[in-house]
């Protein structure tokens, strides 16, 4: 039913924690020549996302979830990303139920499929950016711990390691 979904005016919509289904409803009207667009859900920790795509009152599903190995997705990659046809000038409404144990943030953004991969390679550039520093902060510590016997240091590493794991879960590394 139409009225139960309410318009949204966030760039990231931010549907708090529940154990319910959360569900997201957007029309696409294709005002390019383009023919093929990959809609890209950049929040790897939520647990199952399914794609509804309502096309000349035919729904098509689409389903990835985090209890299946990344290999087994279409793309191999940790965001969920979801091939959407759309023929010139046609319009379609997408329903996106999602289901996490934590907050769902859905930052949603839809590419065509050559600007897909610049985008997804300067986050995964970023992370590993992020994640080469933390590692090196935790190796310089170590060794300045086996320099000086200071066992503040090895706190200090362990404090690291730990935030450099939570990070690396969150970006859907771990």
């Known amino acids: 039913s ?18 319910n289904n959360n569900w997201l409803k957007f029309k ?5 020549d ?7 859900l950049s929040n790897p920790i939520i647990n199952e996302v399914e794609l509804y ?10 389903k990835n979830t985090n209890y299946s190995p990344v290999r ?7 965001f969920y990303l979801f091939n959407i046809p759309l023929q010139s000038n046609e319009s379609i409404t997408c329903y996106l139920k999602l289901k996490a144990n934590e907050q769902i943030l859905a930052p949603i953004s839809i590419y065509t499929s050559r600007q897909i991969l610049p985008v997804i390679s300067e986050a995964d550039a970023k992370s590993g950016i992020y994640l080469g520093i933390m590692m090196v902060m ?10 000086v016997r200071d066992k503040d240091y090895l706190v ?12 690396a879960t969150l970006l859907g590394f771990s």
Do not use: M
């Open 2 to 19: 139409d009225n139960l979904f309410h318009p949204n005016s966030f760039d990231v919509p931010n549907l708090g924690i529940s154990t």
């Open 28 to 32: 696409l009207t294709n005002n390019s």
């Open 34 to 40: 383009q023919e093929e667009f990959i809609l890209n």
């Open 53 to 62: 795509i309502v096309r000349n009152n035919v729904i098509e599903h689409t």
């Open 72 to 78: 087994n997705r279409k793309y191999k990659h940790q």
């Open 138 to 147: 935790l190796l310089y510590n170590l060794f300045i711990y086996f320099t």
């Open 156 to 167: 200090y590493c362990h404090y690291i390691f730990w935030v450099a794991l939570t990070q």
